[in-house]
């Protein structure tokens, strides 16, 4: 278990809908990540987010938005779905405000599936 | 932007032989390089991994080996088990992003 929670595990839903996906970090995690990850890709970088604050920004789409709230979780927006965006949404969370402070501990990420 | 190439995509051996896995990156300012080992169906999870400072770490089984100049870096396995297989990535550390690798699908035969 890294400490990372993510919901929900799974979601099912129909082209043009928006759902919201959920992460809490690890306790005292300041950093939170959002990677994409589709069939027999990589990690796609979205989004990163430290202490309430964009940080730093991948090839996240218009369609998709982030926040970190203040307890420090963070909520991934995604609307206008098409049938691309089914995949598997990770988070992770870091100590610092930089990665190269040490290591990324990801969530079990959310499956996302478009229909 | 920071761009990281991986190669193979997929590699096979037979358990007791070497594994390689080799990446590149682009931006010359990356100071991190880790690698996660992704299970089949689980979250990835670090393994090791190097800063620009220095250019080679081991952890029993597993090194990492790091050129500045060529600006690439490399994962070794040696004597792999078929609990090595696995999706492995490599990642490279730029400013405030960790750009990841395409992933290489490692199988170990018995």
């Known amino acids: 278990d890294s400490g990372v929670t993510q919901t929900p595990k799974h979601l099912i839903t129909a082209t043009g809908q928006r759902v919201t996906l959920r992460c809490s970090p690890r306790?005292?995690?300041?950093?939170v990540y959002w990677y994409q990850q589709s069939l027999d890709q990589g990690l796609q970088f979205l989004i990163q987010?430290?202490?309430?604050?964009?940080?730093a920004k991948g090839n996240i789409l218009e369609r998709f938005s982030a926040q970190q709230f203040p307890d420090l979780h963070s909520e991934l927006n995604l609307s206008s779905l098409e049938l691309g965006d089914s995949a598997l949404y990770f988070c992770?969370?870091?100590?610092?405000?930089?990665?190269?402070?040490?290591?990324?501990?990801f969530g079990e990420g959310s499956r996302l599936t478009v229909l | 932007g920071e761009n990281v190439e991986q190669h193979p995509s997929t590699l096979s051996v037979q358990e007791g032989d070497s594994a390689v896995i080799k990446c590149t990156y682009s931006?010359?300012?990356?100071?991190?390089f880790p690698w996660y080992k992704q299970e089949l169906g689980k979250r990835p999870q670090l393994i090791i991994d190097?800063?620009?400072?220095?250019g080679e770490k081991k952890d029993q089984r597993i090194a990492v080996t790091l050129n500045k100049t060529a600006k690439h870096f490399s994962l070794h396995i040696t004597e792999t088990q078929p609990e090595d297989s696995a999706v492995y990535f490599c990642?490279?550390?730029?400013?405030?992003?960790?750009?990841f690798g395409t992933g290489t699908r490692l199988q170990v035969f018995p």
């Open positions: 992770a969370s870091s100590v610092g405000a930089e990665g190269s402070t040490g290591e990324l501990f």
């Open positions: 987010y430290y202490n309430g604050e964009e940080r």
């Open positions: 990642a490279a550390h730029n400013t405030d992003k960790l750009i």
């Open positions: 931006d010359s300012a990356s100071n991190y």
């Open positions: 190097i800063r620009s400072n220095v």
């Open positions: 306790s005292g995690d300041l950093s």
